[in-house]
C-alpha cells in the first residue's frame, strides 16, 4: 500500500467501531474544563462591543463571491473594532445550553469547542506587539508576552510558503488555533479527531467571510512548524497544540 492511501481511513467515518465503546463520558468521568482558565491576575484587555457599524460590505453574497485567500497587505494597521469582530465572527459565544456547552459563531460537532484561539499581533490599533489569547465567555483579550520580532517569529514558524515566500510576517494579526483534543475525546473518543478537523474549518472560514466584511485579507496557513509554534506559545504538544493559523492584514493592491 502506497504511504498515502494508509491515511485515507482517517477521513472516514468509524461510527460502527465507535457504538461499541464506551466513552469517558459515559464512564461518568468527569468532564475537561470547556474552556482554558487563566490566572485572573493576568493582563485583560477590553474589547469593544461588536456592532454592524464596522461593517464595510453588508452584502453575504459579495462577502462569499469576492472572498479569496489574500497574501498581500498594506502597512495599514487594523482596529480594535475589526479586531473585536473577527474574534466574535470566529469564536464568539451566542448561546448556552442546559449543561453549560456554549453555542458559538461556528459550528461544532457536539458543541465540544476543542479550541482555543491565539493571536500574534504585529499591527493592531492600541495592542502592542505580541502574543495574545483570546477569551470568548468574557470577550476579551488575554495579553501572554510581548514580542518586538514578532514579524520575524511568524517568518520562521510560517516555514517556506509555496505561493507569496514571507507574506505571514507582513500582516496585521496572525490567528492561531489550538485544539485540546480531550474536550471532543471525552464525548466521542475515536471518532473525535475527523470531527475537530471539521471543526476548524468552519472557523477560519468564518475568518475569511468576516475579514472579507471589512476588507480585511486572509489567508490559512496549513504549512507550518508544529514544534516553533507550539513552543513560542508554550503548549504541550500533547494535550494542547496548534492545528491551523491564518494570516489577516489591510489589503494591498498588487
Ligand atoms: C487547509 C488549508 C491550508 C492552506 N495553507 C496555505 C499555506 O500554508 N500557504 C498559503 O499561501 N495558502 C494556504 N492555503 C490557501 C490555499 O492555497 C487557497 O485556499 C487555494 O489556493 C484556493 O485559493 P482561494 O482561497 O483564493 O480560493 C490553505 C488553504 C487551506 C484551506
Excluded at 31 to 42: F, G, L, M, R
Aim: charged share 30%; proline share 3%; net charge neutral.
Amino acid at each position: 500500500m502506497k504511504r498515502y492511501e494508509q491515511e485515507r481511513n482517517f477521513l472516514k467515518s468509524n461510527f460502527n467501531e465507535f457504538k461499541n465503546i464506551k466513552t469517558d463520558k459515559m464512564k461518568g468521568i468527569p468532564q475537561p474544563e470547556k474552556v482554558k482558565s487563566y490566572d485572573i491576575n493576568s493582563k485583560i484587555i477590553n474589547l469593544p462591543d461588536v456592532d454592524k457599524d464596522v461593517l464595510k460590505r453588508k452584502d453575504i453574497y459579495d462577502c462569499i463571491k469576492d472572498r479569496r485567500s489574500t497574501r498581500f497587505y498594506n502597512d495599514e494597521s487594523i482596529s480594535l473594532d475589526e479586531l473585536s469582530y473577527l474574534l466574535w465572527a470566529t469564536q464568539g459565544i451566542t448561546g448556552t445550553n442546559k449543561s453549560g456547552m456554549t453555542y458559538r459563531t461556528v459550528p461544532c460537532s457536539g458543541a465540544t469547542h476543542s479550541f482555543e484561539t491565539y493571536l500574534f499581533i504585529m499591527n493592531v490599533d492600541t495592542l502592542e506587539k505580541g502574543i495574545y489569547r483570546y477569551l470568548p465567555i468574557e470577550h476579551k483579550l488575554l495579553f501572554i508576552s510581548a514580542m518586538k520580532d514578532v514579524d520575524e517569529r511568524i517568518d520562521a514558524i510560517t516555514l517556506e510558503q509555496p505561493f507569496v515566500p514571507n507574506f505571514a510576517r507582513k500582516a496585521a494579526v496572525t490567528f492561531a488555533w489550538s485544539t485540546t483534543p480531550y474536550r471532543s475525546e471525552w464525548k466521542f473518543d475515536i471518532t473525535a479527531h475527523k470531527k475537530i478537523l471539521i471543526d476548524v474549518g468552519h472557523i477560519c472560514q468564518n475568518l475569511y467571510l468576516a475579514g472579507e466584511s471589512v476588507d480585511i485579507g486572509v489567508c490559512a496557513l496549513g504549512i507550518y512548524d508544529q514544534e516553533a509554534v507550539d513552543n513560542i506559545l508554550q503548549l504541550d504538544g500533547e494535550e494542547e497544540f496548534i492545528i491551523y493559523l491564518a494570516a489577516a492584514g489591510k489589503k494591498r493592491i498588487k
